[in-house]
Antibody, heavy 119, light 107 residues
């Protein structure tokens, strides 16, 4: 049973960099069948796709966030990571990592982690 | 960017009734690359439908998806108490975008 778990600081100061890691267990991140994504949800609001990565390192980013986002993969640790630079209060959200197994639909999600941007 | 508009914003129904949720895209969704998710409070979204009409693993057959082009529908044939939640559509034919959600609440 594949499981995903997000980890990282819950509080980030404005203008700093948000860093989160997603650890995949019960399956290999290096499978050619899957992509891996980050999605966020501001409090009380809808879902926003941040970006997606393949185990080879190919990445796809939301155009509205592209200048500030980097997603990377570490196959030796079965992890992938999110970095979001120059954060503001608008980046306060619940952040999810998820597996994409249907060419873009996310079938397995982590429990999510809350990130607050505040001084 | 393809914008997805879901309607209605809130649907008030009773258990046993039929729910029909709409998702309209600003441009044609390539190859019916459209998914539906259910989200309950405090939980991660759950994939219900992908490819516009294929049910994900373990999803009851009271959930069905249909549509193509720019108009898509999620139908819940008979609402069970556990179906009251927020539903999101998502397209993945051209980048990835989500709709703003439809809340299905108990009448």
């Amino acid at each position: 049973q594949v499981q995903l778990r997000e980890s990282g600081p819950g509080l980030v100061k404005p203008s700093e960099t948000l860093s989160l890691t997603c650890t995949v267990s019960g399956g290999s991140i290096s499978s050619s069948n899957y992509y891996w994504g980050w999605i966020r949800q501001p409090p009380g609001r809808g879902l926003e796709w941040i970006g997606t990565i393949f185990y080879t390192g190919n990445t796809y980013y939301n155009p509205s966030l592209k200048s500030r986002v980097t997603i990377s993969v570490d196959t030796s640790k079965n992890q992938f990571s999110l970095k979001l630079t120059s954060v503001t209060a608008a980046d306060t959200a619940f952040y999810y990592c998820a597996r994409d197994s249907h060419g873009g639909a996310f079938d397995i999600w982590g429990l999510g982690t809350t990130v607050t941007v505040s001084s | 960017e393809i914008v997805l508009t879901q309607s209605p914003g809130t649907l008030s129904l009773s258990p046993g009734e039929r729910a029909t949720l709409s998702c309209r895209a600003s441009q044609t969704v390539i190859s019916t690359y459209l998914a539906w998710y259910q989200q309950k409070p405090g939980q991660a979204p759950r994939l219900l439908i992908y490819g516009a009409s294929s049910r994900a693993t373990g999803i009851p057959d009271r959930f069905s998806g249909s549509g193509s082009g720019t108009d898509f529908t999620l139908t819940i044939s008979r609402l069970e108490p556990e179906d009251f939640a927020v539903y999101y559509c998502q397209q993945y034919g051209s980048s990835w975008t989500f709709g703003q959600g439809t809340k299905v609440e108990i009448k």
